[in-house]
């Protein structure tokens, strides 16, 4: 498979032994970047900054004040000569969001579907590299045409998504790597993490409506609790689930081959996911599940 393993020798019950370890799957994409691999990257990068600067200007476009609810463009926090006195970066960001979610989501669910089945594994390893691709290119154009306009976290959060799962996406080596010598266990831990992303479209519907609904209605409330069980069940429960049932167990595999750090570095991205997401969850939840569920024509930021 083209995976390079190094013979290293440690100490162990007083005596020294040889083991095979892997090189590090992070250090290697760095110095080998794949041309194949970037492209892909590089288009969908492309292709959400359009879609996000098209989203932009439609929304903040004075021809289209009384067509498009003016709720979905906001004030420019300092605007500058001769630009349009509002902004259209968070419906952009949210559309953006939403089409990643959609696509990734769906994406995760069957991978994880194949693998489990053991039908195809194959075609599973695939469809989620190209996804992850696909994944990486939103990831970089919303920090930079996003983030660093509105929110530096959302910065931090994205450039941190594109570090943890890149080599993973790379088809020839480093999944394997990362995988421990099983590119399917690679694909398995990151194609479950993303199912996180289910509870993300329920969020970015709630945004429009929040945006555009001048009453409450019943498809508000459905897509309330709708967020409202996906939101702890894929990010809280879904990250326990990955570390306990399939990461720590191997962490004596792992460090076997030296990838020890592979195993601490997915472990803390997990929990930092984790804890942004209960902190949000919390916030979402503080004044009560039937607050929550139920729309009120409350600014939209107090919702």
Not at 160 to 168: C, D, L, T
Not at 201 to 229: A, E
């Amino acid at each position: 498979c083209g995976q390079r393993w190094r013979r290293v020798r440690r100490c162990g019950g007083g005596r020294a032994m040889a083991v095979d370890a892997m090189e590090n799957p992070y250090w290697l994409s760095v110095v080998e970047p794949r041309a194949e691999y970037w492209s892909r990257i590089g288009a969908s990068c492309a292709g959400f900054a359009l879609l996000f600067a098209s989203v932009d200007r439609l929304v903040s476009s004075e021809a289209l004040r009384g067509v498009l609810p003016e709720a979905l463009s906001s004030p420019r926090q300092s605007p500058a000569a001769g630009r349009r006195p509002r902004s259209g970066l968070n419906a952009a960001t949210t559309a953006c969001s939403f089409v990643h979610s959609c696509v990734t989501s769906v994406s995760a669910v069957c991978t994880v579907a194949l693998l489990w089945a053991g039908e195809d594994d194959a075609f599973a390893v695939a469809l989620w590299q190209w996804a992850l691709a696909f994944s990486q290119g939103y990831f970089l154009a919303d920090a930079f045409l996003y983030g660093a306009r509105r929110e530096s976290w959302v910065v931090v959060h994205h450039l941190w998504m594109v570090v943890a799962h890149h080599p993973i996406g790379e088809p020839r080596r480093l999944c394997q790597l990362m995988g421990c010598g099983d590119c399917r266990l690679a694909v398995w831990l990151s194609a479950t993490g993303y199912w996180a992303e289910l509870s993300t479209v329920f969020l970015c519907v709630r945004w429009l409506m929040l945006h555009t609904l001048t009453r409450h209605n019943v498809w508000y409330s459905i897509n309330s609790v709708c967020l409202l069980v996906t939101y702890p069940v894929t990010r809280l429960g879904g990250a326990a689930a990955i570390l306990a049932g399939s990461l720590w167990p191997r962490w004596e595999q792992y460090s076997r081959h030296g990838l020890g750090g592979l195993v601490t570095f997915t472990t803390v991205t997990y929990i930092a996911m984790a804890l942004m997401s209960a902190y949000y969850y919390c916030t979402l939840v503080s004044r009560g599940f039937s607050r929550a569920i139920t729309f009120s024509a409350a600014p939209a930021k107090e919702q």
